[in-house]
């Protein structure tokens, strides 16, 4: 798999910027990505050396729809907490 296709988004969230300090990411991976690939894909994409990676799996929330008076579901996620080595950074979260 493409590294562009492991790696969707950054995560922008209060949490994962207070785990900057500590040299620790967070970004969105595609759900059939493991923890070898995702790691590839972050050394590969962003030229730094990865320590240690942590996922999770999201369950998308069940929605009620108004109009039909059914229910649907927003998509599963998975997010992936990249953990650098030493003085490494990306810079497009360092403001």
């Known amino acids: 798999m493409d590294p562009r296709q492991v790696v969707i988004k950054p995560i922008v969230s209060e949490k994962s910027y207070g785990l900057l300090d500590r ?3 967070t970004f ?3 759900t059939d990505a493991n923890k070898i690939e995702i790691r590839q894909a972050i050394e590969s994409i962003f030229s730094v050396r ?3 990676v942590n996922t999770l799996n999201r369950e998308g929330k069940r929605k ?3 109009k039909k008076m059914t229910f649907g579901k927003r998509p599963d996620t998975k997010r992936a907490i990249i953990t650098l080595k030493g003085d490494d950074r990306i810079e ?3 403001s």
């Open 50 to 52: 990865v320590s240690s």
């Open 28 to 30: 969105q991976v595609h």
């Open 92 to 94: 497009m979260f360092e």
């Open 64 to 66: 009620r729809n108004r």
């Open 23 to 25: 040299n620790v990411y």
